[in-house]
């Protein structure tokens, strides 16, 4: 089967740090490009950071630049999100999506941020 | 990057067509076909519905179109069904990936 399942979301305080995996399967996960997207509670979707096939490449949305970090193991078929220096604004569900155009999803993982 | 500009909600009754506004710049939207569309229902993953502005993926039904002009991209749902009721965001790939705010859609 297709899919993406992704993993590490819990609570954290403020400061705090958390890695979040996505687990892939039923596909050639190291022929995509891939995105960890977010959702705050109540609200839109947040694209956080991709990364290219061979993870010569990596992007990140301004607010996480310098405390996420977007990795890839394709001999594993996983794709990581490192983040450190937590704030109560990452608070979310992230949810991890294969290519450039989001065709497949996870069915995301939460992670709170709070004392 | 800012947003891209959606309405905050439409709506229609079955059997009638909606259409769904993506404003963004003559930086993203306007000069890139890498728009795409997505449905999000309650507690519930996206889903690609149109991307690079009016393609549709093997599945999506062919009462969703998309189209863009200028800095604008449109999503259309002809044909309305009660299932298609869900919020839908619209996503500019052009070098960073920005979303829309976000669109309820009722179905009456």
């Known amino acids: 089967e297709v899919q993406l399942v992704e993993s590490g979301g819990g609570l954290v305080q403020p400061g705090g740090s958390l890695r979040l995996s996505c687990a892939a399967s039923g596909f050639t996960f190291s022929s995509y490009w891939m995105s960890w997207v977010r959702q705050a509670p109540g609200k839109g979707l947040e694209w956080v950071a991709n990364?290219?096939?061979?993870?010569?490449?990596?992007y990140y949305v301004d607010s996480v630049k310098g405390r996420f970090t977007i990795s890839r193991d394709n001999a594993k078929n996983s794709l990581y999100l490192q983040m450190n220096s937590l704030r109560a604004e990452d608070t979310a569900v992230y949810y991890c999506?294969?290519?450039?155009?989001?065709?497949?999803w996870g069915q995301g993982t939460l992670v709170t941020v709070s004392s | 990057q800012s947003a891209l500009t959606q309405p905050a909600s439409v709506s229609g009754s079955p059997g009638q067509s909606i259409t769904i506004s993506c404003t963004g710049t003559?930086?993203?939207?306007?000069?890139?076909?890498?728009v795409s569309w997505y449905q999000q229902h309650p507690g519930k993953a996206p889903k690609l519905m149109i991307y690079?502005?009016?393609k549709r993926p093997s599945g999506v039904s062919n009462r969703f179109s998309g189209s863009k002009s200028g800095n604008t991209a449109s999503l259309t749902i002809s044909g309305l069904q009660a299932e298609d009721e869900a919020d839908y965001y619209c996503c500019s790939y052009a070098g960073s990936v920005v979303f829309g705010g976000g669109t309820k859609l009722t179905v009456l």
């Open positions: 690079e502005v009016s």
């Open positions: 999506a294969r290519g450039r155009w989001f065709g497949l």
């Open positions: 990364i290219k096939q061979d993870g010569s490449e990596k």
């Open positions: 003559s930086s993203d939207v306007g000069s890139y076909n890498l």
